[in-house]
């Protein structure tokens, strides 16, 4: 029961570098996100997702971008990496539900952009 | 814009005392509000939610969050803690039919044995 998985778990990456964090979820849940996660910042959106072909910003989306060709897969692409994006980044899923429902997380992506 | 304030930032207790940690929220319309732990190096881990029904909800290992409407509130509680609770606590508002969470900033929460 792998839930949702991300890969890699940790990562250097040199200023202007791209690179591509992958998630997969074996759930069938319609719903993908994608968070960073900062000291004293909590979780903040970058990209959503409510079905395959559908993508929609968060709060910080800059210098990311998503697609999502399959329910499964919300892959998260940093364009030029920057010192700022260094982070924790989380992708999470949940099903449609008619109101808001449990997101799943999974095990988070460690970046480092030096 | 919806808003989500967790008061405590940095809470040290000694086992067996009690905790609450405090959430507000600003949103107009129907609320589903969570609290997820993450204990360290983990992921996020769903501790209780709270859709309608009975405000005092009460999820895994003892915890238990009240839902006061009047006050945008969602504390969350427990009566006598344990060294394992050391971690992470997120409160979270649902945004709507679209799967996206407002989090709060998170308080740490560190029990001294």
């Known amino acids: 029961n792998a839930g949702v998985t991300q890969t890699p778990k940790f990562q250097v990456l040199k200023t202007g570098q791209s690179m591509t964090l992958q998630c997969a979820q074996d759930?069938?849940?319609?719903?993908m996100s994608w968070y960073r996660q900062d000291p004293g910042m909590g979780l903040r959106l970058i990209h959503y997702?409510?079905?395959?072909?559908?993508?929609d910003q968060g709060e910080v989306p800059n210098g990311y971008n998503v697609s999502r060709s399959t329910t499964e897969d919300f892959p998260l692409r940093l364009l030029s990496a920057a010192p700022s994006q260094t982070s924790v980044y989380f992708c999470a899923s949940s099903y449609k539900g008619a109101l808001s429902t449990e997101a799943f997380f999974g095990q988070g992506t460690r970046l480092t952009v030096v | 814009a919806q808003s989500v304030s967790q008061h405590n930032h940095h809470v040290i207790l000694s086992e067996a005392a009690s905790l609450e940690l405090g959430c507000n929220y600003s949103?107009?319309?129907?609320?589903?509000l969570f609290w997820y732990v993450q204990y360290p190096g983990q992921h996020l881990q769903l501790l209780l939610k709270y859709f309608s029904g009975d405000p005092l909800v009460k999820g895994i290992k003892g915890f238990e969050a009240e839902f006061i409407k009047s006050k945008f509130s969602f504390n969350l509680r427990k009566p006598s803690v344990q060294w394992s609770d050391t971690a992470e606590y997120f409160c979270?508002?649902?945004?709507?039919?679209?799967?996206?969470?407002?989090f709060g900033q998170g308080t740490t929460l560190q029990v001294k044995p």
């Open positions: 997702s409510v079905g395959a072909g559908i993508t």
């Open positions: 949103y107009g319309g129907t609320v589903n």
């Open positions: 759930m069938n849940h319609e719903y």
């Open positions: 979270a508002v649902g945004s709507g039919n679209t799967g996206k969470l407002i």
